[in-house]
């Protein structure tokens, strides 16, 4: 069985390429702080986007299977932030405020890893115990 078909590790790795994404756009923020009339850049919440995606209805050949859940790219369209101040320079880039989403990042992506690394412990331990 390969670790691309659960489910689970789809879901994840979609966060995953998300945060990813999400930390570049961040980076050339606070990259771009000093230039005159910058706006800062961020993506969609991962929640909005992912509620746009369209489920596909698979074939379900017992009541305990789940669903299988669409993957939607949307949150790669970026938005323009609403910043906490504006320079006199039209920059609205705040330092403070970019670094608190790189931590909110940080955070996620490190949760997202444990549970990727738990579950693969379950499944190793779930096939070693079968024999």
Same mark, same amino acid.
């Given at each position: 069985m390969?670790?691309?078909?659960?489910?689970?590790?789809?879901?994840?790795?979609?966060?995953?390429?998300?945060?990813?994404?999400?930390?570049?756009?961040?980076a050339? &923020?606070? !990259?771009?702080?000093?230039?005159?009339?910058?706006?800062?850049? =961020?993506?969609?919440?991962?929640?909005?986007?992912?509620? *746009?995606a369209?489920?596909?209805?698979?074939?379900?050949?017992?009541?305990?299977?789940?669903?299988?859940?669409?993957?939607?790219?949307?949150?790669?369209? =970026?938005?323009?932030?609403? *910043?906490?101040?504006l320079?006199?320079? $039209?920059?609205?880039?705040?330092?403070?405020?970019?670094?608190?989403?790189? &931590?909110?990042?940080? $955070? !996620?992506?490190?949760?997202?890893?444990?549970?990727?690394?738990?579950?693969?412990?379950?499944?190793?331990? !779930?096939? &070693?115990?079968?024999?």
């Amino acid at each position: 069985m390969l670790v691309e078909s659960v489910q689970l590790f789809q879901m994840i790795q979609t966060r995953m390429d998300y945060l990813t994404t999400r930390h570049k756009l961040i980076a050339t &923020n606070v !990259a771009n702080a000093d230039a005159p009339d910058y706006q800062t850049q =961020d993506l969609k919440p991962f929640e909005q986007a992912m509620r *746009g995606a369209s489920a596909s209805a698979p074939t379900l050949t017992h009541a305990s299977h789940l669903d299988k859940v669409a993957v939607s790219r949307e949150y790669r369209e =970026d938005r323009t932030a609403d *910043g906490w101040e504006l320079a006199p320079s $039209g920059n609205n880039v705040v330092l403070e405020q970019e670094m608190i989403k790189a &931590n909110e990042i940080r $955070g !996620a992506f490190e949760l997202s890893s444990r549970v990727m690394s738990k579950h693969l412990q379950m499944m190793t331990s !779930a096939l &070693n115990t079968r024999s």
